[in-house]
């Protein structure tokens, strides 16, 4: 298969008329005719001057192989005269027999007036009667009109909390989100980048003899970079929502914060710890009387240790491979799900209760 990235050679302001023009132009065979439009949703980005050049080349690279229609907006609303750009591109790809199949991007320079109502630039532009994913990959404000302008053209809504700068109030703000909407399901890349730590720790208590030490576990301890500290309460919020421990209080530390629950046993008590690591998430350690069940990274970023230990004595271990979850491998895999994840919804929801204690 072979692909190409093409560019229109003009910008500025553009009728709808004039893009969808453009992009036919953009998808033209050598030989005159055109190019199929591969595209199975639209993606919105909202992002700010500052991410344009990171947020272009992670979106341009998931549109040269994945079928969509991207509007990315660069929104400067604080310029005061009124400014809008548009630049168009094409990825095209050449299949067996010759066909050729297109995927596409619009970028959208707003300033001023414009970028507060996001929503009449992108609007026009979506592909009608297919799901519209809405990506924010640096934090924003939840209750701002321009948010809720842009959010009611979506179906879905994926955040990434670490871009936050108080990534504890920008869960709170989530879960509220979450919770009083109905219509717009939501995500964070965070979430999905726990997929095999939650996996790998189900897995530790999978045999009929362990199961019963999920009701017996007092005490667990995650390290993490300060970079993820996102990453580690929602693993917290999910071990609290799936095990049904009710948060009890919560309090700062030296190394970072500490949960108090009530679980089926009586206490739990959950410590997020800082770490200077390269790795967002570096070790989950849960004790359950005498046995410890833990994961932990290994030297190579990509694979995880898990063991379990009964005092000093190894009961069982083995070493997997996580993947790789750069961001554009993690956007692209949550661009494949569709409707709310209730784990997540739930370990937000638990989450809130923990950091209002």
């Not at 992009?23 to 199975?40: C, F, I, K, P, Q």
């Not at 948060?247 to 500490?258: K, L, N, V, Y």
């Not at 290994?298 to 190894?314: I, K």
């Not at 070493?319 to 997540?344: A, I, K, M, N």
């Amino acid at each position: 298969m072979m692909e190409e990235a093409r560019t229109s050679p003009g910008s500025g302001y553009m009728s709808v008329d004039q893009v969808e023009h453009e992009l036919a132009r953009l998808r033209m065979n050598e030989d005159g005719t055109l190019g199929l439009r591969s595209s199975v949703l639209n993606l919105i980005v909202v992002a700010d001057e500052r991410s344009a050049e990171r947020v272009t080349r992670l979106v341009s690279g998931l549109s040269g192989r994945f079928p969509l229609r991207a509007v990315v907006l660069i929104s400067d609303p604080d310029q005061e005269e009124a400014n809008v750009d548009i630049r168009l591109s094409a990825f095209c790809s050449t299949r067996g027999g010759g066909s050729q199949v297109c995927a596409e991007q619009i970028t959208i320079h707003a300033e001023g007036p414009p970028a507060r109502h996001l929503e009449s630039l992108a609007g026009p532009l979506l592909i009608p009667d297919l799901p519209v994913f809405l990506f924010y990959p640096e934090a924003f404000a939840a209750g701002s009109p321009e948010f809720r302008g842009v959010a009611s053209l979506a179906d879905r809504l994926i955040v990434d909390s670490s871009a936050a700068e108080n990534q504890r109030y920008f869960l709170r703000e989530m879960a509220r989100l979450v919770e009083g909407s109905t219509e717009l399901d939501a995500s964070d890349l965070q979430w999905v980048a726990l997929t095999p730590w939650r996996s790998l720790i189900a897995d530790l208590f999978n045999p009929a003899d362990r199961t019963g030490k999920l009701g017996e576990i007092g005490r667990v301890e995650i390290l993490h970079a300060p970079h993820g500290e996102s990453r580690a309460l929602l693993l917290a919020g999910w071990l609290a929502s799936t095990l049904g421990w009710g948060p009890e209080s919560a309090r700062d530390t030296a190394e970072g914060c500490e949960f108090v629950f009530s679980g089926p046993s009586g206490g739990v008590v959950v410590s997020l710890s800082q770490e200077s690591t390269r790795a967002a998430l570096q070790q989950v350690q849960l004790r359950a009387g005498e046995m410890s069940f833990q994961v932990s990274r290994c030297r190579e970023p990509s694979e995880a240790r898990a063991t379990v230990m009964r005092g000093d004595e190894l009961l069982a271990g083995r070493t997997v491979h996580l993947g790789y979850f750069d961001p554009e491998s993690v956007l692209g895999e949550e661009l494949q799900y569709r409707g709310q994840d209730e784990g997540y919804r739930a370990a937000l929801e638990i989450l809130a209760e923990m950091l209002d204690q």
